[in-house]
């Protein structure tokens, strides 16, 4: 990869308040998420054994893995139980109806 590009995914409409979607911006798995009316942009993957978040539960800002009930704050990536772990979160925009997502940073 040549360094961060910004990828369009979806419609910005697409994501209905306290759900997410998946998309795959250059291949790469990420949820976005919308809570409270702002959207998050975090790697569909669990920083657990790597199960896809998708099919996780939603209860504010907290996604919990469908596999073995870790929990992540999406605003962060952060694990509640012990934040110095976490999965990749990622800038977005919403430009012309479409999210953005900014992938390929180190
Ligand atoms: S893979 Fe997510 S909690 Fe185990």
Do not use: S
């Not at 360094?3 to 419609?11: F, K, R, Y």
């Not at 934040?83 to 479409?98: I, M, N, Q, S």
């Amino acid at each position: 990869m040549t360094g961060p590009v910004w990828v369009p995914t979806i419609d910005d409409t697409k994501v209905r308040e306290g759900a997410y979607a998946a998309v795959f911006p250059m291949g790469l798995g990420v949820l976005l998420v919308r809570v409270g009316g702002d959207l998050f942009a975090i790697a569909n993957k669990c920083a657990h054994m790597g199960c896809p978040l998708e099919g996780g539960k939603l209860e504010g800002h907290v996604l919990t893995c469908p596999c073995h009930d870790w929990r992540f704050d999406v605003r962060t990536g952060a694990l509640l139980d012990a934040p110095e772990l976490a999965v990749a979160t990622f800038p977005l925009k919403v430009e012309d109806g479409k999210i953005h997502v900014r992938v390929g940073e180190e």
